[in-house]
């Protein structure tokens, strides 16, 4: 069973960067397509980038192109999301979550489960 | 990229009422359609995948439908952990979710 732990709560100044690991369980990091999503205070769910396996490589939001780099480390079998030239709307939880392509039938399906726990980043001054 | 449109945004509603999320894709995505639950300070939860089919371990009043641009997410008869914000979200393209709807205890 796959599980996600995720580093602890980060304060950052505006301008600063971020970066925020996933640590994987149960499973090597080269078996799963791993995604990021965060999540503003008091709103919704926001979808940041991840590994797309039929294309091989990691998609991002256009959002968050040029500021966000998602990278692995198998020797440790951990995601890490880095974001740059933080503001103060970058204030949010941080999850990362693995897409699971296919059913047990064979059906691509592409679903996120299971999630981390996230991580609180703060950007203020 | 393709938007996703929950209705509504807050649903107040009692235990063991039927409730109905929609959710509407800007453009086709076949069944390409996920429901999560969400709880405060927790991380989401898997409850529908593929539109229809539920997540192993997830109760059976929980049950997802449509397929194309129209999907819709019902509860049979609601519990009371069950009140929480619920997303949709598409994972025929770059992935999107819902803006969520919150379903309140009346």
């Known amino acids: 069973q796959v599980q996600l732990v995720q580093s602890g709560a980060e304060v950052k100044k505006p301008g600063a960067s971020v970066k925020v690991s996933c640590k994987v369980s149960?499973?090597?990091?080269?078996?799963?397509?791993m995604h990021w999503v965060r999540q503003a205070p008091g709103k919704g769910l926001e979808w940041m980038g991840g590994f797309d396996p039929e294309d091989g490589e990691t998609i991002y939001a256009q959002k968050f192109q040029g500021r966000v780099t998602m990278t692995e480390d198998t020797s440790t079998d951990t995601a890490y999301m880095e974001l740059s030239s933080l503001r103060s709307e970058d204030t949010a939880v941080y999850y990362c979550?693995?897409?699971?392509?296919?059913?047990?039938?064979?059906?691509?399906?592409?679903?996120?489960?299971?999630w981390g726990q996230g991580t609180l980043v703060t950007v203020s001054s | 990229d393709i938007q996703m449109t929950q209705s509504p945004s807050s649903l107040s509603a009692s235990v063991g009422d039927r409730v109905t999320i929609t959710c509407r894709a800007s453009?086709?995505?076949?069944?390409?359609l996920n429901w999560y639950q969400q709880k405060p300070g927790k991380a989401p939860k898997l409850l529908i995948y593929a539109a229809s089919s539920l997540q192993s371990g997830v109760p059976s009043r929980f049950s997802g439908s449509g397929s194309g641009t129209d999907f819709t997410l019902t509860i049979s008869s609601l519990q009371p952990e069950d009140f929480a914000t619920y997303y949709c979200?598409?994972?025929?393209?770059?992935?999107?979710f819902g803006q969520g709807t919150k379903l309140e205890i009346k």
């Open positions: 453009q086709s995505i076949s069944s390409y």
């Open positions: 979200q598409q994972s025929y393209s770059t992935r999107s």
């Open positions: 149960g499973y090597t990091l080269t078996e799963l397509s």
């Open positions: 979550a693995r897409e699971s392509q296919y059913d047990s039938s064979g059906y691509l399906t592409r679903r996120f489960d299971p």
